[in-house]
């Protein structure tokens, strides 16, 4: 159907599930690797002090060897012991003989030199920047020392490491997100689809989702087949018996025409009454057989090109003759010779039902105003009645079969809403819409949209 | 009292059939009935009917069928039941040299009006007239009802006689649908009917294959038979 939702309060905005999906991954990255990093640091302390304990360990051990082989003249040993011990240690260190760095292993800053061993163990001092320095002396030459920098444990995260992680963990998030939200997506879309009308609509295999949105596809297709085929159940349903009451009807009438013959002259009233009635009844059949036919066709059968402007002059004169004697009017306010690809016969019928409709719900002494222009691509034909109008929630109900808009609108003009229908049908058919909305001042304004031919 | 010759009922509705011979006799028709295509083409054929009434669906043969069929050799007017809600139908049957159509249900009293005037057209048949209308080259026998153009027969329908027949005669002036309908068909109208554009459309093909347009159509109001250019 192609009238507008309209009317509806809309729900409150929400997030999408993407969004939320989005949030959700990058939000419990985000924490975790903010958890473990604080946790990490927490123990810094801890292993700092380890660290010192080991280095020192491991300085008090190796450092005697260096500063006995450098006594005894051999620097070069001594130097193959530091070495050693930096490899396993990671420490800077230089082995001091008074002023003169006989051994260099790294950088060590003078302020650690500076620092006056306490007897001869070792002494560790630890500055501002976590760094720790280490003064072993010589149990010999008191001017003799090694001096060592141990560097501090390193903090788990830096800035920029930061940063790109929340980046990466975004980037995979993203694609996390929309590769769980895309079927999701994809149903939605054929939910919508359905909706507007298209029960053909199939979602088939959803590849790489899972076992269940497969499912659920699934049996979404299964859901629409169901919807599909009960649709054409009742539309069959509606059709056959409209077919099988028109043999009945047929003889029931010719019958009233004998018994009116052969009445006395009060029950003419009541026969004339019956015979109005059967009248009424055959046609009803007519448009819902029209209609079950119009659903069924899926392309035009042989299109013509069919002058729109012709057939609303032709038509509205047709239908001032009727309204005129019911004191109403129709009249052609614009025009333009416009053609269109299609059926005359069920054009002529899809812009007459429209037309009737509007006559019908005119009040006396109004007119009918017909239209018809080129807009874009397409032309309009819009046709307005200065009636009571639809309430705004029944606009799109209008077009289907034997909706009831207004209990008392609808008694008041015998209208059994069925021409609507077969317009809405007949125009789908041509590839176009139809589409009604109540007009500025009162009244109800029809619009039937069609590819224009160029 | 009957009037006008037998009629012949095809329709496959025995009960439908038996009580509309019941009305129509009551009418004043005399009424032969026949429930299948091949059976009503048949008797159709036999020449001893004034009027066909022909349902379209029909075992055996359809109604289009037979009407194809039975236009190869009869002009016999012929009045097609269609199905209501099948308006193609209706269209198609006019089409096919159908005189009339009325779509099922239909009131009896229709259908009984509707062969009375069917039977007027070919009534005026026996009229004592003999005259001849000639607008261009084409010629028109009123009381032979044959049409010539340049010479040659054209064979039509009573309805497309009838049509053409007024039209001649008021050749030049503008004929109303509304008055058409009332002359040819003999009945009014009603909104949305097309009968008179589809039995002009056939004329139109009948008289002028190649295409060139004598009869014209008057926007909302009806056609007119164009004067010859240069009177012979």
Known sequence: MSAPVSGKPRPPKQWSLFTRMFAAFALVTVATTTFVSAYWDSTLARRQA??????????????PEALALHDEGDDEGARRVLDALAAETDLRMTLIDGETRVVSIGEVPEAAIAIVPEGDALTTRTNERDQTWLVLPSERASDTRIVAVATPVQRSLRELRIVLLILATALASFFLARLLTRPIVMLRKATHRIAEGDTSVRVGEVAGAGEEIAGLAADFDRMTERIEDLLASREALLRDVSHELRSPLARLQVALGIARKRAAPDLVPLLDRMERETERLGELIGLVLSMARLEQAKDLTAPTEVRL????????????????????????????PISVRGDAELLRQAAENVVRNAVRFAPAGTDVEIELVRVAEDVELRVRDHGPGVPETALAEIFRPFTRVDEARDRASGGAGIGLAITERAVRLHGGSVIAANADGGGLRVTIRLPAVA | MTIGGRILLVDDDVELASLISDYLGSEGFEIELAHDGETGLARARSGEHAMIVLDVMLPKRNGFDVLRALRETSRV??????????DVDRIVGLEMGADDYLGKPFNP??????????????????????????VGEVALDVGARTVRRAGKEIVLTTAEFSLLELLLRSAGRVVSRDTIAETVLGRRLSAFDRSVDVHVSNLRKKLDPSGGDRIKTVRGTGYVYAMPESPT
Do not use: N
């Open chain 2, 77 to 86: 007017p012929v009045l097609m039941l269609t199905a209501r809600g099948d």
């Open chain 2, 109 to 134: 009293r229709e259908l009984a009006a509707r062969l009375r005037a069917i039977q007027r057209r070919v009534g005026a048949q026996h009229g004592p007239q003999r005259e001849l209308i000639e």
């Open chain 1, 50 to 63: 380890q660290r010192v304990l080991l280095v020192s360990d491991a300085l008090r051990l190796h450092g």
């Open chain 1, 309 to 336: 402007d012709e057939l609303v002059d032709s038509l509205a004169s047709d239908a001032s003759f009727e309204a005129e004697a019911r004191d109403r009017a129709v009249s052609v306010r614009k025009k333009e």
